[in-house]
């Protein structure tokens, strides 16, 4: 039993944008931040998966500075898809060493939608990668993962900002991170561009319920971020990481005002 509020960090999609949860995770770790579960939605998933891993912030941003582009991109003939996903899920496959979700310390969920039944699909367990793959699955850019009887696709086409979910788990205190959408439309310059772009503004509308249950929104300014710009790590990081500095008394302030309520 834990004499503190139980923290949940809420990582919302955001493709490039995403890199900015590595920010935010090590600004938690090093003021002592704890974060005892973990939602993800596409990019969101990525970082949390690794993280509730047992990797730290500082290595995953290693990572993401280090991993060339062709080890997870495996262009096809567009017919589902621009992506086919198989080289992603390897690599996510290789990062988590295969380990199911059952098996984390760290409890993680990813989100995912299911197009057949128009319905929110959360893995809570199986294969870290396999979740991950779904989760990243945006519509038209990535195939969709076939899982039994469901096609699966992006969770941020109904759930952007997993913070609610977080509450089901059974978080005291949840910490959500939106990473915005962005992209003026002279910088749209590419077809898939245009997809990221529409699903961002969609997402955002239907994600803003979602937002309203968590206890802290950290909102790092990138706006000025391509959604496909994956090379610009450093700045991303920065970004996150500066916007949760700023919110870290809140943040602290928080999580001892719910450990005085629930008399902890």
Sequence with gaps: MLDRPVVGLALSSGAARGLAHIGVIMALQENNIPID????????SIIGSLFACGISGKKIGDIAMNIDRKLWLDITIPRKGFIKGEKVEELIRILTKNRKIEDLDIPFAAVAVDIKSGEKFVFREGSISKAVRASISVPGVFEPV??????LVDGAVLDRVPASLLREMGCDTVIAVDVGFGMSPSSMTHIID????????????????SIIESDILIEPPLHHINATKFHLVEECVEIGYNSTIEKMDEIKKTITKMSAELGT
């Excluded at 579960?37 to 969101?44: N, P």
């Excluded at 076939?146 to 096609?151: A, G, L, P, Q, S």
């Excluded at 245009?194 to 319920?209: P, R, V, Y």
């Design 37 to 44: 579960m973990i939602a993800g939605c596409s990019a969101g």
């Design 194 to 209: 245009i997809i990221l772009h529409s699903i961002d503004i969609m997402s955002t509308q239907i994600s803003k319920q």
């Design 146 to 151: 076939y899982m039994e009887d469901k096609i």
